[in-house]
């Protein structure tokens, strides 16, 4: 679970805005959170729930110790449902329970609150049998619809509901929140490049197959600027043997471009936030013996090697033809 503070860096115009909501006694009968993974939809969803039945809030933050709280916790508060997909839709018999769930008497006094996860999976007759209580709820009752894509959800739901958006976390603020948990900044950087998910991007962090990609990419990058024996040498000794799926030597090649990337980045701006600060040094100097034209040629090269991947291309003349491409600062297509 997220402290208020975390959820406040991750999601700054969210976390306000339900705040506010809840500060002004504003709260409506039902919300699309909508974000993308990764995007703290469902930390923000608990933090909202928390706040909206905690029994001695403060500040607009739930005191996350009463016994409200310590219920939402542990997943057995009376006033708070959710519902989850079974396999491809939210079936009418789940949200047939969970009328009937809403419905009981003998709850705690007070607002109700239900969660759809993965909302855009209710079809049609699932939709209808919700839509009469989401329009005429008996008593205070909140909805959450949670999902990726809003455009997903039937209009039937989601002219109903108040949307609200989270954005794609910023890089910077990845970064910070993953040098706090221990990762290394140049870790942090390149991870931060690879997925805007958090989660996915600490766990590749302390991942050591991705350490080793990395540090192989990078000894690629540096046999290039030397010619294009040393080049062909790593490619072999070194890439050739690590790389073998194609998802592995897709990344190896995202990983390879943004160290070129990286070059034009500080030939451009010397202060510029690199995928690799660890090199920098390396780059300003191969930045200075090097042209945008020649950048320019190299990056459309290691494109045209990750389409060429696509179809199929033999891995091995591939990767020759990039490291004769990437020497010449040419690109054949
Ligand atoms: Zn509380």
């Excluded at 696509?310 to 003349?317: P, R």
């Amino acid at each position: 679970m997220h402290t208020a503070e975390e959820l406040l860096k991750l999601q700054p115009v969210v976390m306000k805005q339900l705040q506010m909501i809840f500060e002004k006694d504003r709260v409506g009968h039902a919300y699309i959170f909508e974000g993308g993974k990764g995007t703290g939809t469902e930390e923000m969803m608990l933090f909202f729930v928390q706040l909206l039945l905690c029994e001695n809030p403060k500040n607009n933050v739930p005191c996350g110790t009463c016994r409200s709280c310590q219920r939402i916790k542990s997943g057995n508060h009376p006033n708070f449902h959710q519902v989850y997909p079974e396999g491809q839709f939210i079936k009418v018999d789940a949200i047939e329970k969970l009328l009937n769930e809403m419905s009981k008497t003998g709850l705690e006094a007070g607002r109700k609150i239900y969660v759809i996860h993965s909302a855009e999976r209710l079809n049609v007759k699932s939709a209808n049998t919700l839509l009469k209580f989401l329009e005429e709820p008996e008593g205070i009752v909140t909805a959450i619809f949670v999902t990726q894509n809003i455009n997903a959800i039937l209009p039937t739901i989601r002219s109903r509901c108040q949307h609200i958006k989270f954005r794609e976390i910023q890089r910077d603020v990845m970064v910070k929140t993953l040098v706090d948990s221990g990762i290394t900044q140049s870790m942090a950087a390149t991870v931060s490049m690879m997925t805007s998910d958090l989660e996915e991007a600490f766990s590749l962090a302390k991942d050591d197959a991705f350490a080793l990609s990395r540090k192989t990419v990078l000894k690629l990058v540096e046999a290039t600027f030397k010619n294009v024996h040393e080049a062909m040498l790593v490619v072999h000794e070194d890439w050739l043997p690590l790389f073998k799926e194609r998802e592995q030597v897709e990344m190896a090649l995202d990983l390879l471009l943004f160290a070129f990337r990286d070059i034009v980045a500080v030939k451009a701006n010397p202060e510029a936030m690199c995928t690799y600060p660890d090199l920098v040094p390396t780059w300003k100097d191969a930045a200075l013996h090097t042209t945008f034209n020649k950048l320019s040629a190299q990056l459309q090269a290691i494109l045209n090697a990750r389409k060429q991947l696509q179809s199929n291309m033999n891995k091995t003349l591939m990767m020759e033809q990039l490291m004769l491409n990437l020497q010449e600062g040419k690109s054949f297509v």
